[in-house]
């Protein structure tokens, strides 16, 4: 066994017993306690950061992950704060933009209206237990909630402003969850590097099963973050075994490239 692979071992012992969020010792400090080189240090945590244990956040540090199952299925309500919330996590999103500008000609075809359409460009961060987990665009039309401005100044959930002002009952309609290279705008708002591995997920979500469409997303989603789960057709509980590590069971497959999913 190398040094390198016994310091991955204790500290990979040490890091599952504190809490996620958890500075975790510089290069200098490992190589310090273990009496190594810089090297040496560098190689432990890199190994910690691939096998998702830790996050790297540019400008900020490294940081103790814990990963949460993000369950995608026909009829869940596509909601980033219930979904991370059932999943035992904390979530909090932030507006960075919501703008008022004419859908373009693909959004409009999705939502169902003309392009040039009055619609509203919300772009939002949004965090698991404080951490940096997920960055991405939606797209509604002013119609569906005139009011979107002042409501997200006193609620954060999009799903619930739909719900509570517009009324309507939002569902997944499609998704699409793909592996790739974070871009620049991207990986700034996830707080990586540009290329590191994320989860792009596409979806259009619709009032109930048959109804109008109401919200596009596109959303970067930090692969040492969030697991995406996807669910496809009835659940069968005695055919699955909990999932590894104490995490919740697995409902379906992680896939590890481009998945569709739209209901039946």
């Not at 009055?118 to 991405?136: E, Q």
Request: contains cysteine; aromatic residues 4%.
């Amino acid at each position: 066994m190398t040094k390198s692979t016994e310091i991955v071992r204790v500290l990979a012992e040490e890091l599952a017993n504190v809490p996620p969020g958890t500075r975790v010792a510089s290069e200098a400090d490992v190589g310090q306690r273990f009496g190594v080189g810089r090297a040496a240090a560098r190689a432990a945590l890199v190994e910690l950061e691939r096998r998702m244990l830790v996050s790297r956040i540019q400008g900020g540090g490294t940081f103790t992950r814990r990963r949460v199952d993000y369950l995608v299925a026909p009829g869940r309500a596509p909601s980033w704060s219930r979904t991370v919330r059932e999943a035992g996590a904390t979530p909090r999103t932030v507006v960075l933009a919501c703008d008022e500008v004419p859908l373009p000609p693909s959004v409009a075809n999705a939502l169902g209206t003309e392009p040039g359409e009055p619609g509203f460009r919300l772009v939002r961060r949004s965090f698991i237990d404080g951490m940096p987990a997920a960055w991405g665009v939606e797209w509604l039309t002013v119609a569906l909630v005139p009011e979107l401005p002042t409501a997200l100044r006193h609620e954060e959930s999009l799903d619930a402003i739909l719900r509570g002002v517009a009324r309507v009952r939002p569902e997944r309609a499609w998704t699409r969850a793909s592996m790739e290279s974070a871009p620049d705008d991207a990986s700034a708002g996830l707080g990586c590097r540009p290329g590191d591995p994320a989860w792009l997920i596409a979806s259009l979500a619709r009032d109930g099963v048959d109804g109008p469409p109401l919200l596009s997303t596109e959303r970067w989603v930090r692969a040492d973050a969030v697991r995406v789960i996807v669910e496809l057709g009835a659940h069968e509980p005695a055919l699955h075994e909990p999932a590894a590590h104490g995490t919740t069971a697995a409902r379906g497959a992680t896939p590890a490239g481009p998945v569709s999913s739209r209901p039946t």
